[in-house]
């Protein structure tokens, strides 16, 4: 049957009958775990020891609260502005993230939309050390969805690719709201000692 065939055609049928035949000698004999990569989950969720986060406010609270069992943002007449860092150390690779949010859980919004933005903190800072008139430099992100009670998202793959290149300029967020008319609300921080599960999170989605 083959003999009747043009010889351009033979060589890539045989071709084909080689590359099958290895192919299914790769399946049957090589380790699984090199054969297919796994999707896992990295989830950063530190305490009120490890946490880094405070916030302060423009009226009230202009010394800082670092060890508050709440981040303000927005604000009624006046604002609040809140910080937030992870250890990053141990994480996943910035080769292997596939998508990266920064997760915080909302106990209480304001009847307003507080218009939240994400900065990116460029500057070295310590959370006892943040006031009204001491605040690390930032640039920034995103504009973010409205606040929902409970857990809210927030993609930040960006910027943990580019902390993760370059650790130098790795400093964390800051919430900031563009609007304080009756939009004060607030997140959990890693000081809730009450609920420790709603702690700000970072989830890393990575290949392994």
């Given at each position: 049957m083959l003999t009747n065939l043009s010889r351009s055609t033979r060589r890539t049928f045989f071709t084909l009958v080689v590359s099958i035949t290895l192919i299914t000698f790769l399946f049957a004999f090589a380790?699984?775990?090199?054969?297919?990569?796994?999707?896992?989950?990295?989830?950063?969720?530190?305490?009120?020891?490890?946490?880094?986060?405070?916030?302060?406010g423009t009226s009230y609270y202009q010394n800082g609260k670092p060890d508050y069992e709440e981040l303000w943002f927005g604000?009624?007449?006046?604002?609040?502005?809140?910080?937030i860092d992870f250890d990053l150390s141990g994480s996943p690779d910035q080769y292997k993230a596939i998508e990266v949010r920064l997760?915080?859980?909302?106990?209480?919004?304001?009847?307003?939309?507080?218009?939240?933005?994400?900065?990116?903190?460029?500057?070295?800072?310590?959370?006892?050390?943040?006031?009204i008139y001491n605040q690390p430099p930032a640039k920034f992100f995103s504009n973010l969805p409205p606040v929902n009670l409970g857990w809210n998202s927030y993609d930040v793959t960006?910027?943990?690719?580019?902390?993760?290149?370059?650790?130098?300029?790795?400093?964390?967020?800051?919430?900031?709201?563009?609007?304080?008319n009756n939009t004060r609300g607030s997140f959990q921080s890693s000081d809730n000692m009450i609920n420790p599960d709603r702690r700000p999170r970072l989830v890393i989605t990575y290949w392994e």
């Amino acid at each position: 049957m083959l003999t009747n065939l043009s010889r351009s055609t033979r060589r890539t049928f045989f071709t084909l009958v080689v590359s099958i035949t290895l192919i299914t000698f790769l399946f049957a004999f090589a380790p699984t775990s090199n054969l297919a990569m796994q999707v896992k989950r990295y989830v950063i969720q530190p305490d009120s020891i490890a946490g880094k986060d405070t916030f302060y406010g423009t009226s009230y609270y202009q010394n800082g609260k670092p060890d508050y069992e709440e981040l303000w943002f927005g604000g009624w007449g006046d604002t609040y502005y809140s910080f937030i860092d992870f250890d990053l150390s141990g994480s996943p690779d910035q080769y292997k993230a596939i998508e990266v949010r920064l997760e915080c859980y909302s106990p209480y919004i304001g009847p307003n939309d507080p218009d939240l933005q994400l900065w990116r903190i460029t500057g070295s800072w310590s959370e006892n050390a943040v006031t009204i008139y001491n605040q690390p430099p930032a640039k920034f992100f995103s504009n973010l969805p409205p606040v929902n009670l409970g857990w809210n998202s927030y993609d930040v793959t960006r910027l943990y690719l580019l902390w993760k290149k370059d650790p130098s300029k790795h400093f964390g967020f800051k919430f900031v709201a563009q609007n304080n008319n009756n939009t004060r609300g607030s997140f959990q921080s890693s000081d809730n000692m009450i609920n420790p599960d709603r702690r700000p999170r970072l989830v890393i989605t990575y290949w392994e």
